[in-house]
Nanobody, 126 residues
Framework: VQLQAFGGGLVQAGDSLRLTCEAS????????LGWFRQAPGKEREFVAA????????YYGDSLKGRFTISRDNARNTGYLQINSLKLEDTAVYYC????????????????????WGQGTQVTVSS
C-alpha cells in the first residue's frame, strides 16, 4: 500500500483545515489509520488513529477537541480535520497505516506503524 497526504498549506491562526490521505495499491480498509505530525527539531508526535471500521478513534492527550480523524473506506481515503488552528500546530503532518492486530497497544509510537505517506506541511501564521 502507498499513501499520499495532501491538503496542507499556509493558514492563519483560528482557521480550519482538512488533510487528506489517499491510499493505493492495497486494501485501505484492512488497516488502522493514523496521523502524526513533526515540528522542526521535535520528534514525530501522535495525533490520532482510527480503527478499520471507523468505530473507534484515538487522539493525542493534548489534541482532543480540535482534531477529528475520519475515513472513507469505499474511497480508500482518510482525513484529518483541524479546527481553530494554533501557531503550535505548525508541522509536517503524516498519515500512516498499521495492522489492527499489532498497533492498538503501541499506536503512540511512530516506529510501530508500517506504512507512511510523504507528509504535508501545515504552517500557521498569526
Amino acid at each position: 500500500v502507498q499513501l499520499q497526504a495532501f491538503g496542507g498549506g499556509l493558514v492563519q491562526a483560528g482557521d480550519s483545515l482538512r488533510l487528506t490521505c489517499e491510499a493505493s495499491g492495497g486494501s485501505f480498509s484492512a488497516y488502522v489509520l493514523g496521523w502524526f505530525r513533526q515540528a522542526p527539531g521535535k520528534e514525530r508526535e501522535f495525533v490520532a488513529a482510527q480503527r478499520r471500521s471507523g468505530s473507534t478513534t484515538y487522539y493525542g492527550d493534548s489534541l482532543k477537541g480540535r482534531f477529528t480523524i475520519s475515513r472513507d473506506n469505499a474511497r480508500n481515503t482518510g482525513y484529518l480535520q483541524i479546527n481553530s488552528l494554533k501557531l503550535e500546530d505548525t508541522a509536517v503532518y503524516y498519515c500512516a497505516l498499521a495492522s489492527q492486530s499489532t498497533i492498538l497497544s503501541s499506536m503512540y509510537s511512530a516506529r510501530a506503524w508500517d506504512v507512511w505517506g510523504q507528509g504535508t506541511q501545515v504552517t500557521v501564521s498569526s
